[in-house]
């Protein structure tokens, strides 16, 4: 299912892995983990945010991929179900009553 992993990362949480040279390997494992499909880094409400787009295989996955983050970073992880333009058209095709 393809999923988004948007994680926010408290600010002196990450200036101390970021001073201490963990946050690169950190993401570099995490994007070989997952493969994403995308991945965006950006602020996100005052913090170091990150979004992910990616096929999470099976939902026991989820906390593999979590744990490092909330350990390392202190981070807030969230993983949401999303879809992209052609699942949106499958889903409305599945939802619309026939013409």
């Known amino acids: 299912m393809r999923m988004m ?4 990362v408290p600010a002196e949480a990450g200036s101390q892995a970021m001073r201490a040279g963990r946050i690169g ?3 570099q494992d ?4 997952v493969q994403p499909e995308a991945a965006y880094f950006h ?3 005052g913090m170091r945010g990150a979004s992910i ?7 026991a996955l989820m906390p593999a ?4 983050l909330y350990q390392e970073l202190g981070a ?6 999303v879809m992209n333009m052609e699942d ?4 409305l095709a599945e939802v619309q009553p026939d013409s």
């Open 65 to 68: 991929i979590a744990e490092p």
């Open 43 to 45: 602020e996100q409400n």
């Open 53 to 59: 787009v990616f096929d999470l295989e099976s939902p």
């Open 76 to 81: 807030t992880v969230e993983f949401l179900p």
């Open 88 to 91: 949106m058209q499958q889903a």
């Open 30 to 33: 995490l994007m070989k983990r």
């Open 5 to 8: 992993l948007r994680l926010q």
């Open 25 to 27: 390997p950190l993401m």
